[in-house]
C-alpha cells in the first residue's frame, strides 16, 4: 500500500481537488483506492457521497477524530486537516509514505506554506529524506504576475514542484458531482489529466 | 505453462547461448541423452517483431515489468511478463486492436502490481527483430505422465534510437509436465556446445541499449527464518536466495563493466559454501563433497578478477595519492590493469564453459526438486525433519567451539594459525548471519559486533597477504621499476597492519568474553 498526504495549513489551497484527484487517479488506473478525510468540513467524504454508481470506486474513511485503522488497499490518500498542530501533523506524516502540499499563487499562501514546511521540515524522515515531499501550484493562470511569484518561491524551497494545475471552471464543475477529470472520456479528459499525471508519477515512484 | 485462476501463466525457461556455429548444430541436430523422448521437425522460421513499451521515468522497469505489442499473423498480441525471482516469472497476453498497448485487458488483480498507470504516458522504448525456429521434445514417462517442452532458437537484433545488437539465443521451455524435462534438454544442448547461460531478458538488452546503462549487481535479499520450520525448508529458503542472488549476478559478472558483479557473484557462491558448511550435517556426503568442489572452482577462477580490482580500485589509490609523480607505481598501475583485463578474460571463459553451464543447472535443479531429501538416507531424514531452533543453536555452538580452540594462546599464534583463526571465525559469522532472525535482535546485535570488529582487524592483517600474493602474480623478478613500487606498496600495509596489532589482542578479548546469544534464553 503507498499512503499520500496531502496537506496546508491555510484552507482553499486546492487541499481537496488535490485529494479527490489523486484518489481519482489511483482509482482510475484499477487500484482499490480509499480517501480518509481528517478535516472538520468533511468536504472529502461529501465528494464520495455524491460521487455516481458508474464511476470507480473509492472508499471513504472518516479520519476527523484523529486517524484509525488503515484500510485495506492498494492506495490511501489522506486529506489533512487545515489548521493543524504540530503533533498532528506529525503523526500524519509517519503513516504517510509520500507528502504533497498544494498552494496558490499567493503571498498569504506563501507565508502559510513557508510555515507548514518549516513545520514538516523538522519531521524526522522528511528531514533524512526519507520520505519525499512535492510541492503543487494550483490554480495557475498562465504567465500571471502571480505564477511567476509562485515558481520563484517554490525555486528557493528545499522541494520541488512537482505538478501545475491551471485554473479552470471545470474543477468546480466536475467536484459538484462527485467526478473528477480522470473520469472525463475522450481527448477532453486526456488533456485535462495531463497535467495531474507528473503528480501521480510523483507518488508512483516513491511505490 | 501453468494457468492460474486470473488468466495468468506461470513461465519456466532456460536460456542458453554460445559460438553461432555450435548452437545453430545444437538446435538443428538436437538429441536427448535419455531415452523415450521423441524430438519433434524443426518447425518453419517465424519472424516475431515486438516494441517494448514504457513511461518516460521507466515505471515498468521498475516493477521488474515488461510490455510489449508483437506482430502475429497480421494480428497484434500484447504481452505482459513479470518477474517473480529469479527462475519464475508471471505472463498475461492479449490480442490488441492495433499497435498501442491496451492496459484496460490486464486483469485486475495485476493492475496493482503496475501501479497508477496511464495509456498515454506509454511509450515506444526499443524494438527486437528476431526469426524463430522451433521444435518440440515430449517425453512419456510410461508411468501417466506426459511432458513437454519447447526448444526455440531465437536469432536477429534489439533495436532502439538508431542503435542494434545482435541476437542469438536457445530458449528451452516448459509447456507441460515435469520441469526435470527442462534441465535434461539443457544438459543436451551444454554438451553440444551451447554453454552460456543466459539469466536476462531481451527486454533488460533493450532497456540497456535504449538507456546507456550497463548490467548492475544486486545485493541478496534479507531472508527471514522461523524457529519452528524444519531444517529442510530452512535450507531450501537459504538456497533459494543463494541461487536468486548468484542468477541475478551471472550476467552482470560476464559483462564485467560494474565491478561490483564479480563481487556479489562471490558472495553468492561463499554463501552456498557456508549454507552447505553449515547444513552439512543434514547433507548426504557425496553431494556435500561434489557441490563444496564445484563452488571452490568457480572461487577460483573468479579470485583474481576480484583479488585485482580491489587492487586497483582500493589498495593502490591511497599510496598512488601520497605519491603524484611516481614513475614506478605509475608503471605498477599499467601493469596491474593488463592483469586485471586479463583476470576478467578468465572470467568470462568460465562463465562460458560447459562446467561452469552444468554446475549452475544442476544446483537450481536440485534446489527446485528439494534435491537434499532424495539425496537422504533414513537417519539424515529425520534429522531434516527437525525443528530449526535446536538444529541452529547446535551448529552455532560448534562453530564458536571451533573458534574458541584454534584462538587458545592468542598472543603466541604464528601467521598460519591466525589465518586458520581467520576461517572459522568467517564460518562462524556466517552461521550467525543464518540464525540471527531466530534469536531476540539485542544480544545478537551485541554479539556481531564484537565478531565484526575481530574480523575487521584481521581484515587489515589480510590486506597485506592479498596485496602480497596479487604483487607476486604481476611482478617479474629482475624488474628493478615494479619491485621498488612492491617495496613501497608492501611496507605501506605492514604498517597499517602493525598498526592494528594491539587493537587486535583488545579484539580477541572481548569477544572471547562475548555471551553467546543462543544460550541466553537456555535456562529456565
Known amino acids: 500500500m503507498l499512503t499520500v498526504l496531502v496537506a496546508n495549513t491555510k484552507g482553499g489551497c486546492g487541499k481537496t481537488t488535490t485529494a479527490t484527484h489523486l484518489a481519482a487517479a489511483f482509482a482510475g488506473a484499477g487500484l482499490k483506492t480509499a480517501l480518509a478525510d481528517c478535516d472538520r468540513q468533511r468536504s472529502s467524504l461529501g465528494w464520495i457521497a455524491a460521487r455516481p454508481a458508474e464511476a470507480p470506486a473509492i472508499a471513504g474513511v472518516d479520519w476527523v477524530k484523529g486517524p484509525g485503522k488503515s484500510p485495506q488497499v492498494d492506495r490511501l490518500v489522506i486529506d489533512a486537516p487545515a489548521a493543524m498542530r504540530m503533533g498532528g501533523i506529525e503523526e500524519l506524516i509517519l503513516e504517510a509514505d509520500v507528502v504533497v502540499v498544494p498552494m496558490l499563487p499567493s503571498v498569504f499562501d506563501e507565508t502559510s506554506t513557508t510555515r507548514l514546511l518549516t513545520k514538516v521540515q523538522a519531521v524526522k524522515p522528511i528531514r533524512k529524506g526519507k520520505k519525499a515531499l512535492g510541492l503543487i501550484a494550483n490554480r495557475l493562470r498562465p504567465r500571471s504576475k502571480a505564477g511567476v511569484r509562485l515558481e520563484r518561491f517554490a525555486d528557493e524551497q528545499t522541494h520541488e514542484l512537482v505538478g501545475r494545475i491551471p485554473d479552470r471552471a471545470v474543477y468546480a464543475d466536475v467536484a459538484r458531482d462527485g467526478l473528477s477529470v480522470f473520469d472525463l472520456r475522450g481527448t477532453r479528459g486526456e488533456a485535462l489529466r495531463s497535467d495531474w499525471l507528473p503528480i501521480v508519477r510523483f507518488c508512483e515512484n516513491q511505490a | 505453462m501453468t494457468n492460474d485462476a486470473a488468466g495468468l501463466a506461470s513461465e519456466f525457461e532456460l536460456k542458453l547461448a554460445g559460438p553461432r556455429a555450435a548452437v545453430l548444430q545444437a538446435f538443428e541436430a538436437f538429441t536427448v541423452r535419455n531415452h523415450g523422448e521423441q524430438v519433434g521437425p524443426m518447425r518453419p522460421a517465424r519472424r516475431l517483431s515486438a516494441v517494448y513499451f514504457d513511461t518516460p521515468d521507466r515505471r515498468l522497469l521498475a516493477r521488474s515489468a515488461a510490455l510489449r505489442v508483437r506482430r502475429e499473423n497480421g494480428n497484434f498480441v500484447q504481452a505482459l511478463k513479470i518477474a517473480r525471482g529469479a527462475l519464475d516469472r508471471l505472463e498475461h497476453e492479449a490480442t490488441t486492436r492495433g499497435s498501442a498497448p491496451e492496459l484496460e485487458l490486464l486483469p485486475a488483480d495485476i493492475r496493482p502490481v503496475l501501479g497508477a498507470l496511464y495509456a498515454e504516458e506509454l511509450t515506444p522504448v526499443f524494438a527486437t527483430d528476431v526469426q524463430r525456429r522451433r521444435r518440440e521434445i515430449v517425453r512419456d514417462d510410461g508411468f501417466g505422465r506426459v511432458s513437454r517442452v519447447e526448444l526455440a532458437l531465437d536469432e536477429g537484433e534489439v533495436s532502439a534510437g538508431g542503435r542494434t545488437e545482435p541476437i542469438l539465443e536457445l530458449e528451452v521451455e516448459l509447456k507441460q509436465g515435469d520441469r526435470a524435462l527442462v534441465f535434461d534438454v539443457g544438459e543436451s544442448l551444454i554438451d553440444a556446445g551451447a554453454t552460456r547461460i543466459i539469466n536476462s531478458s531481451k527486454a533488460a538488452r533493450g532497456y540497456q541499449l535504449a538507456d546507456g546503462t550497463t548490467p548492475t549487481a544486486t545485493k541478496a535479499v534479507k531472508l527471514r527464518l522461523l524457529p519452528n520450520e524444519s531444517v529442510g525448508d530452512a535450507f531450501g529458503r537459504i538456497m533459494e536466495s543463494v541461487v536468486t542472488q548468484w542468477l541475478a549476478n551471472h550476467d552482470v559478472a560476464f559483462d564485467g563493466r560494474d565491478v561490483e558483479g564479480v563481487h556479489q557473484l562471490r558472495v553468492a557462491v561463499r554463501r552456498l559454501r557456508s549454507a552447505l558448511t553449515s547444513f552439512g ?44 609523480n611516481d614513475a614506478a607505481l605509475a608503471r605498477l598501475r599499467c601493469t596491474a590493469e593488463d592483469a586485471r583485463s586479463a583476470a576478467y578474460e578468465r572470467v568470462r571463459v568460465a562463465l562460458a564453459s560447459p562446467r561452469y553451464a552444468r554446475f549452475v543447472l544442476r544446483l537450481t535443479q536440485w534446489l527446485m526438486t528439494r534435491g537434499w531429501h532424495a539425496d537422504a538416507d533414513a537417519a539424515l531424514h529425520l534429522q531434516l525433519g527437525g525443528p530449526l531452533d535446536d538444529f541452529a543453536r547446535h551448529v552455532l555452538e560448534r562453530r564458536a567451539k571451533a573458534v574458541r580452540k584454534r584462538g587458545r594462546h592468542f598472543a603466541d599464534l604464528d601467521i598460519d594459525e591466525r589465518h586458520e583463526l581467520r576461517k572459522t571465525l568467517k564460518k562462524l559469522r556466517y552461521a550467525v548471519e543464518f540464525f540471527r532472525e531466530l534469536y531476540a535482535p539485542k544480544p545478537v546485535k551485541r554479539y556481531l559486533a564484537r565478531l565484526e570488529k575481530l574480523q575487521d582487524a584481521f581484515g587489515h592483517m589480510n590486506d597485506m597477504a592479498a596485496a602480497e600474493s596479487v604483487l607476486a602474480g604481476i611482478v617479474e623478478q629482475g624488474d628493478a621499476r615494479l619491485t621498488e613500487a612492491k617495496g613501497l606498496i608492501l611496507g605501506y600495509y605492514a604498517h597499517a597492519a602493525s598498526a592494528v596489532e594491539d587493537e587486535l589482542s583488545a579484539d580477541w578479548q572481548a569477544f572471547a568474553a562475548a555471551e553467546p546469544f543462543w544460550k541466553v534464553h537456555g535456562r529456565c
Open chain 2, 281 to 324: 550435517l543434514v547433507l548426504a556426503p557425496e553431494r556435500l563433497a561434489w557441490l563444496k568442489g564445484e563452488a571452490r572452482w568457480v572461487m577460483a577462477e573468479l579470485g583474481p578478477a576480484r583479488d585485482l580490482d580491489v587492487f586497483c580500485g582500493e589498495m593502490l589509490p591511497p599510496i598512488a595519492a601520497a605519491r603524484l
